[in-house]
């Protein structure tokens, strides 16, 4: 028999098998609280380690708390459950309550004009259309240049690395001079604004600073541990522009000392 027509059998019953998933997801939601169907998520959509990413960064003034389900590495719709979250004040938060919806993580009119919301602040959100787009959900899906600068140009993921989706960008398409500079500028935006947020902590924070460490204040630093986190496929493809990253913030900085002592 032949191997592709095995290889595609499989990808269709695997494709049915998380289908059948998200349909029983959908109806366990409509009758249990937000704990319940989160356990439910972990024991159906985690099969290994990889299957899951938990974001979670916290100051006294930003919160980021998320676990994102990933499906597979053909396909880079990810479910998210969002729990309280954004700008803090004490012990609330700009985006409270649970959140867990579907998202696409490609240029597509679905995602803007559709609802993938499965609980929306804590509740079942009846006016979801996920049924009906289903096989947009779950189908796998070869992501493309226009979809991966749209994806990287939004101003999700402030304080971390989408490392699911970097991972299924096609070798082709890193290739692209557009498409390196929006994943260059898509990390230089999560080093910026985890500085700020940790500067702003050890500044105005309720611990006076002991509780940040020196090198979450430092661009340079972030930069460097968040290009070790990025995927293999990443990090081999850009060696150079990284190494050339690095070294052109340095001269700049070096180029703001110079001047500096000059003004004075």
Known sequence: MNSTFLFDKEKSIMNEELKKKVIDLL?????????????????NFINNPH??????????????NRSIYNFSDNNPTVLIVSYDEGDR?????????????????????FNQNHDFFILKKGIFNHDNNILEYLDLITND?????????????TTKYETYIPYHYFKQIPVQILADEDVEDAVMDKIWNVVKTNKKLYVNQYECGRYGGEDVPKWKTSELEWFMRLKEEVPTNIRLKYRIRFANEINDYLNSQKKLE???EMAL
């Open 51 to 64: 299957d899951i990413y938990c974001a979670l960064y916290s100051t006294d003034f930003y919160e980021t």
């Open 258 to 260: 110079d001047e500096k």
């Open 141 to 153: 899906y070869k992501l493309t240049k226009e979809d991966v600068i749209e994806e990287l140009t």
């Open 89 to 109: 004040i004490g012990s609330k938060f700009s985006n409270p309550d649970i959140d867990i919806y579907f998202d696409l993580q490609r240029e597509s009119e």
């Open 27 to 43: 109806e366990y939601a409509k009758t249990n609280e937000p704990d319940k169907i989160i356990e439910y998520i972990d024991r």
